[in-house]
């Protein structure tokens, strides 16, 4: 079981092996200082195999001591291999929040841009470190003794073909040609059918304003015919077609149980057919054929004069 204490330069600021760099003074550390919690190579979905203790800015790098999980056994093997020198190297996982592509904070080979601001998320014990610096600093050797010359939080391994691929969980990118063809070909019915969702979202709204203008008209041309045969007021419009709006089939229900209005001309007229068979027996309007206008004309009056002459009810 270790009980050594190793110091650690956990990242700095030079030009790492993309060719861009992490300015040391813009790396956020205090979620990290809440969890400092120290991964193997970066393996977010397991758990953590110790932590980092006295965590500080020196020089232009970022240091700590390394404290790894006594009653963990693969932790404790990993601490085995630190004790002997076998594993040295570890690496920064870091969120990107502001970057710089100026020259004049460019170093010589840097061909990517600055990271400036940066949130620290975890440091792993790996194999081979993205950043050459990033490493147990040997007894004896102070921080100052080490070049510049890290990467920007991401672990590096050898590939089946014989290049260097990232494996940060955040970055990765190690599928086989068949699988990004797989890939390739989901993003492409992912587009496809985002674009017909869009265009059955399009025929949809046409076909819901082309169905509101249909209901708007039949709501109109009732409304007229309402006004027009004197059921309702223009004034009354307005209320009709709200209600109409919101509950159509009941408005509709209602405006047809509401009875004409007879207008003053309609009344006149009306009148004026009465006049004419004043004063008439029924001889009288028999004898001219007049009884069937008479009886259009004032119903109740022809069965009066019916019930004069007769001496019973008329029945139709």
């Known amino acids: 079981m270790s009980k050594k204490k190793h110091e650690f330069v956990l990242t700095d600021e030079s030009v790492n092996g993309y060719g861009y760099r992490v300015l040391t003074s813009g790396i956020g550390r205090e979620q990290f200082l809440k969890n400092p919690v120290m991964l193997y190579s970066h393996e977010y979905g397991l758990l953590p195999i110790g ?3 006295n965590v500080r800015e020196k020089d232009g790098q ?12 693969f932790a404790q093997e990993v601490a085995r291999k630190v004790d002997e020198g076998i594993l040295r190297c570890c690496s920064i996982g870091f969120d990107v929040l502001g970057v710089d592509d100026s020259e004049e904070l460019k170093l010589p080979g840097q061909i990517g841009p600055t990271v400036t601001k940066a949130e620290l998320l975890e440091c792993s014990i790996c194999a081979i470190g993205a950043n050459r610096n990033a490493m147990r600093l040997m007894e004896g050797a102070p921080a100052a003794t080490f070049k510049v010359g890290g990467r920007m939080s ?15 969980p955040q970055n990765r990118s190690t599928m086989t040609e068949q699988e990004q063809n797989q890939m390739n070909q989901l993003q492409q019915q992912v587009q496809q059918l985002t674009e017909s969702n869009q265009g059955l979202t399009q025929e949809r709204d046409q076909a819901r304003a ?10 109109d041309a009732l409304l007229s015919a309402a006004v027009n045969d004197g059921r309702i007021s223009e004034t009354e419009r307005p209320q009709w077609k709200e209600l109409m709006s919101v ?9 047809a149980k509401l009875n004409t209005r007879t207008s003053l001309s309609q009344m006149l007229e009306c009148q004026k057919g009465k006049g004419e068979f004043a004063g008439k027996s029924w001889k009288e309007l028999d004898r001219e054929g007049r009884l069937s206008a008479f009886k259009a004309a004032d119903p109740e009056s022809f069965k009066n004069l019916y019930r004069e002459t007769f001496g019973a009810e008329y029945k139709e």
Do not use: C, H, Y
Request: proline residues 4%; glycine residues 8%; aromatic residues 4%.
């Open 247 to 255: 509950a159509p089939e009941n408005a509709k229900a209602a405006l």
């Open 62 to 73: 970022l240091l700590a001591t390394a404290k790894f999980d006594e009653g963990d056994p």
């Open 210 to 219: 082309e169905l509101q203008a249909v209901r708007s008209a039949e709501i």
């Open 154 to 168: 991401l672990t590096m391994v050898q590939g089946g073909n014989g290049k260097k691929e990232d494996i940060n």
């Open 51 to 53: 932590t980092w203790e």
